[in-house]
T-cell receptor, first 111, second 113 residues
Framework: EPEVTQTPSHQVTQMGQEVILRCVPI?????FYWYRQILGQKVEFLVS????????KSEIFDDQFSVERPDGSNFTLKIRSTKLEDSAMYFC?????????FGPGTRLTVT | GDSVTQMEGPVTLSEEAFLTINCTYT??????LFWYVQYPGEGLQLLLK?????DKGSNKGFEATYRKETTSFHLEKGSVQVSDSAVYFC????????????FGKGTKLTVNP
């Protein structure tokens, strides 16, 4: 069964550093998403991406965040200057015409 | 805005017990409703879904019925197994699933032998 993969599984970075989280969605899916889950809290929507542009973003997704689909297979989330409060589990998801399929997540720890 | 409220956990049951995890929602339109499950160390997996009122979603012995009158989508299973131990998330989407998902906080279920 096709699956969504994410790398790395765990990333530790210092405050102020840039991080790039990578995702390989299911190959024929057209809609892509990032969500995050701060420890003990809800899974929160960050951004959706379709046809090479952002289709919706949440208030969390400020100018420090960006997404890209650089080569037709990867889908990346960049955080330009990380803050302590960016520490969370980040999930990539994709969908074709129906439900969303999630990756295993990247745990980001900002120190 | 749209929101999902689900029963706080953790929930601990013995094998073969009956499970209910309550979920209610607030939405302006007619959302699709989902239950996702997260096993330890894994991503979120779709467990079941319902796209309109009175639909019943079912999978692996789990069921949930879309109740518009009570804005609820409670998850049930008649006889849980140790392998059902996981975190369960109720979620909604404005469309069939291609729009953003709004999640509840998750309910951790532990089933003891």
């Amino acid at each position: 069964e096709p699956e969504v993969t994410q790398t790395p599984s765990h990333q530790v970075t210092q405050m102020g550093q840039e991080v790039i989280l990578r995702c390989v969605p299911i190959s024929n899916h057209l809609y892509f998403y990032w969500y995050r889950q701060i420890l003990g809290q809800k899974v929160e929507f960050l951004v959706s991406f379709y046809n090479n542009e952002i289709s919706e973003k949440s208030e969390i997704f400020d100018d420090q965040f960006s997404v890209e689909r650089p080569d037709g297979s990867n889908f990346t989330l960049k955080i330009r200057s990380t803050k302590l409060e960016d520490s969370a589990m980040y999930f990539c998801a994709c969908s074709g015409t129906g439900e969303q399929y999630f990756g295993p997540g990247t745990r980001l720890t900002v120190t | 805005g749209d929101s999902v409220t689900q029963m706080e956990g953790p929930v601990t049951l013995s094998e073969e017990a009956f499970l209910t995890i309550n979920c209610t929602y607030t939405a302006t339109g007619y959302p699709s409703l989902f239950w996702y499950v997260q096993y330890p160390g894994e991503g979120l997996q779709l467990l079941l879904k319902a796209t309109k009122a009175d639909d019943k979603g079912s999978n692996k012995g789990f069921e949930a019925t879309y109740r518009k009158e009570t804005t609820s989508f409670h998850l049930e299973k008649g006889s849980v197994q140790v392998s059902d131990s996981a975190v369960y998330f109720c979620a909604l989407s404005d469309e069939g699933g291609s729009e953003k998902l709004v999640f509840g906080k998750g309910t951790k279920l532990t089933v003891n032998p």
